[in-house]
């Protein structure tokens, strides 16, 4: 199987591929705030990141962090060998409707159960995703949900090409 050649990180970075397989659930002490269509939709100081080899850190809000009325009815997702089963939510605010926009494990397994019914977000159709003050870039392909910050280097899996790493 091919692997990529990391990119050193550079002072104040981690490399993604010193995350571990399997990933690993940790507390964010930094705000986390989602924007869209002008409204934050959901802003919390409390939330978690999911860190996994290749791949940017992924970002949870507890749910009373996730404004009223933001997610639709949750609608059944794949499954993670990690998480367990997921539901998908579309995500409204601002006049903009997102299908499966964001997406949350009711029922984790028990490695992940911090994270039982908190919500994440895709970043590439928010308008704005942040991580303190410093805006997230989606991780590459628009299958995972990861969010990509300068204190983060790759490369990252998502992109064409990079589903045998």
């Known amino acids: 199987m091919f692997r990529p050649s990391p990119t050193p990180p550079a002072p104040g970075q981690e490399s993604v591929w010193d995350y571990p397989r399997p990933p690993r659930l940790e507390r964010v002490g930094l705000r986390l705030r ?5 409204e934050t939709i959901a802003d919390t ?27 639709g009815p949750q609608q059944r997702a794949g499954i993670c060998e990690w998480k367990g089963r997921a ?7 601002g006049g903009h409707t997102l299908p ?5 494990y009711p029922d984790p397994t028990p490695p992940f159960r911090e994270i039982a019914g908190a919500v994440a977000f895709y970043a590439g159709p928010m308008d704005g995703c942040f991580v303190g ?12 949900g990861g969010w990509i910050t300068p204190d983060v280097a790759g490369p990252f899996k998502g992109g064409p ?4 790493w």
């Open 45 to 71: 100081v409390d939330g978690w990141r999911v860190l996994e080899t290749s791949h940017p850190p992924t970002y949870y809000f507890p749910r009373d962090a996730v404004a009223e009325g933001v997610l």
């Open 133 to 144: 003050d410093i805006r997230a870039e989606p991780q590459p392909g628009g299958f995972y």
């Open 100 to 104: 499966g926009a964001a997406w949350a």
């Open 161 to 164: 090409g990079t589903m045998g």
């Open 87 to 93: 539901v998908l939510f579309a995500v409204t605010a």
């Open 34 to 38: 989602v924007v869209l269509g002008r």
